[in-house]
């Protein structure tokens, strides 16, 4: 229900202006040392690339300073983790203990995002907790990396750690350890993870108490108080600032696998009033028979990272989360109870909800429009390396880069961290080669992935590789996105589907789609896989045609489709000088005959979509942008339920900003 009142007006601050800053700006640094011993002393080359967070929080575990690479699915979530200690351990928590948490119905993500939780006192009296989260390779279950599509439940996507210690007063518990670490794979290194991430809260610790030293435990207590109030009272008048009232969007899972055609809508209403943001998502599906649910805490977080993009100037922590309110409904897609498998919660709803909240901002902030980013995926593959005599089992996890959607004023980023994380780094081939018997073979720009628009988006990246000493090798992929094509908006026009492909190039080829697990692989095997481009913004025709040749010179977009989907006529002079000319006349005539056509390339009936595919008059790409068809690339089976979602969203997104 939303509240009739005006919130009460917050007192600015009783610190004096440079207290205040140096402090602040202190609690920023305080975090990011802690990430910097993280990033030095990790086992996991996961880690080592960035898909960890840090945090300072107060003694009620409210979260007072993020670092600034930290990833913002965690960050958003870390305050109810450290509330979830306190909840279990209250009245029995003492100076030397560190508790363990990965719970994902307690606040967490998903089970490899483990929390280490220290909190410090200071004269018998807890003041704060230190957080570190790193995202462990393995957690157990049934499959390498922990992520099982077909589990309906947690039970087979890793060992789950409800709060527990680990640190008794300063003795370390090795007996609870060593039964936690002993149920996933690769153990040592999990150990050597769980350590840094203690010794890194231990960091943030002694530089806390540091600024106590300095400045006194009654200056920095008030500063965690103010810190707060500063982001709210700041996030307020930024609020108020825009006008009041409701805006609604809907975005897509691919699929329920018990199902088969259909997406799976998430709907998000949000509405300001009274300088407050509320969203309610009560209109999203029930949870489905995979991975790809969100836990509340979540599906919470997707929203803050949604909104918080259209606020980058303020900072983040539980100052925001007093002005952003939600509802999600229980069962649901966006609010999984225990035990529902939620583990691929990160390609699934989490990155719908922040892109459904691109597309409401959009509305209310046109200046900061932004259109559908690419899906975060995941591609596994575990086994034994036989390189050596060690015959060691190994992870190779790799994430890749892809496109950003297109911007009010600019083309989306390339080749770009997924909104899920952007402080995520691409991982390095090399590094992967060393650790893992994997090549990789390609690491490309994809020509034709950006969704086209007057700012088109940004391009989407190819990746593949062969297995080389591998025994027992299986392979499991996390992504969404081959039927819930990343979409444009303000007219513009879809970018291209996600998917693995096993063998490619071969008659062997096989395409696996979005999401797989325990595929067997070996020896010589090899893969490949697309991440998308970002939607484009704005109608296509209305690009200006010498940023059409800039992008084909570039090798962005290829002749044919600047035609098809720009309707600029490009002719070839010279390749290897980037020598090329457009034809005006011709372009012309083409973006006349493009008006013309598409309100009713829209409409054709799917079938003959489908027909004209198979016979080689159109291409996928013809399909999808053209047509607004969606098919089953596995069968090459247009899907008529998907087809008339997928076809709502694009006369809503883009014909209707079409003259």
Excluded at 387 to 399: K, L
């Amino acid at each position: 229900m939303l509240s009739a009142q005006k919130p009460i007006q917050i007192q600015e601050t009783t610190l004096d202006p440079v207290t205040f800053e140096v402090l602040k700006n202190g609690f920023v640094n305080l975090v990011d040392q802690m990430a910097e011993q993280m990033l030095r002393t990790c086992y996991s080359f996961v880690i080592y690339n960035r898909d960890f967070s840090c945090a300072l929080c107060d003694a009620e575990g409210n979260t007072v300073m993020q670092g600034t690479q930290d990833i913002s699915v965690h960050v958003g979530t870390l305050h109810l983790t450290a509330k979830a200690v306190l909840e279990d351990f209250k009245g029995d928590i003492h100076p030397g203990d560190v508790f363990l948490v990965n719970d994902p119905y307690r606040g967490g993500t998903h089970f490899c995002d483990t929390r280490v939780i220290l909190p410090v006192f200071y004269e018998d009296q807890l003041i704060a907790f230190m957080q570190t989260n790193g995202h462990w390779a393995d957690v157990g279950g049934s499959n390498p990396g922990s992520f099982d599509v077909k589990s309906r439940d947690h039970f087979g996507e890793g060992i789950r750690i409800p709060p527990v210690r680990i640190y008794s007063k300063g003795e370390y518990l090795s007996d609870v350890v060593n039964l936690i670490i002993s149920n996933m794979r690769v153990p040592k290194e999990r150990l050597g993870d769980l350590r840094s991430q203690v010794e890194a809260a231990k960091v943030g610790q002694k530089q806390l108490l540091e600024l106590i030293k300095k400045y006194g435990l009654d200056t920095v207590l008030t500063a965690f108080k103010e810190v707060q109030d500063y982001v709210e009272r700041l996030t307020r008048k930024k609020i108020e600032s825009l006008p009041e009232g409701t805006w609604e969007a809907v975005d897509y899972i691919d699929m329920d696998p018990e199902v088969g055609d259909a997406l799976i809508p998430i709907r998000v209403k949000m509405t300001i009033k009274n300088n407050e943001i509320y969203y309610d998502l009560s209109g999203s599906h029930p949870y489905i028979s995979c991975f790809l649910n969100a836990g509340f805490g979540s599906a919470l977080s997707g929203l803050y990272a949604g909104t918080k993009t259209f606020f980058p100037e303020v900072p983040l922590n539980s100052g925001f989360y007093r002005v952003v309110k939600a509802f999600l409904p229980e069962n649901s897609v966006v609010n999984a109870p225990e035990p529902v498998a939620v583990t691929g919660f990160c390609s699934g709803a989490f990155e719908k909800i922040m892109n459904a909240c691109f597309e409401i901002w959009s509305e209310i902030m046109p200046e900061r429009a932004i259109a559908c980013s690419f899906n975060l995926e995941y591609l596994l593959i575990g086994g034994y390396d036989r390189r050596n005599t060690s015959n060691n089992y190994f992870m190779w996890y790799d994430w890749m880069a892809g496109g950003h959607g297109g911007r009010i004023d600019r083309d989306g980023a390339n080749a770009t961290s997924p909104v899920f994380g952007v402080g995520l780094s691409v991982q390095p081939c090399e590094g992967q080669e060393r650790l893992s018997p994997v090549i990789t073979t390609k690491h490309a720009i994809i020509t034709d992935s950006a969704g086209p628009g007057k700012y088109r988006g940004g391009c989407g990246v190819e990746k593949g590789g062969v297995l080389t000493e591998v025994f027992g090798g299986v392979m499991s992929y996390c992504c969404d996105r081959s039927r819930s094509i990343t979409w444009g908006i303000k007219g513009g026009l879809p970018s291209i589907p996600q998917g693995a492909i096993l063998h490619p190039n071969t008659e062997q080829e096989q395409f696996l789609g979005t999401i797989f697990s325990n595929v067997k692989v070996n020896k010589g095997d090899s893969f490949t896989r697309p991440s998308a481009g970002g939607g484009g913004l704005g109608d296509p025709l209305e690009r200006d045609v010498n940023a059409v040749l800039e992008d084909v010179i570039d090798e962005y977009v290829s002749i044919e489709r600047a035609r098809k989907d720009y309707g600029v006529v490009i002719k070839e002079i010279d390749r290897d000088l980037d020598l090329f000319e457009i034809d005006h006349e011709a372009t012309k005539k083409e973006r006349e005959y493009i008006r013309k056509n598409r309100n009713a390339w829209l409409h054709v009936c799917p079938y003959e979509v489908e027909k004209m595919y198979k016979n080689g008059e159109i291409d996928q790409l013809d399909v999808i942008r053209r047509y607004g068809v969606i098919m089953d690339y596995t069968t090459n089976q247009v899907l008529i339920k998907s087809t008339e979602q997928y076809r709502k969203s694009m006369l809503k997104r883009t014909l209707a900003y079409w003259d």
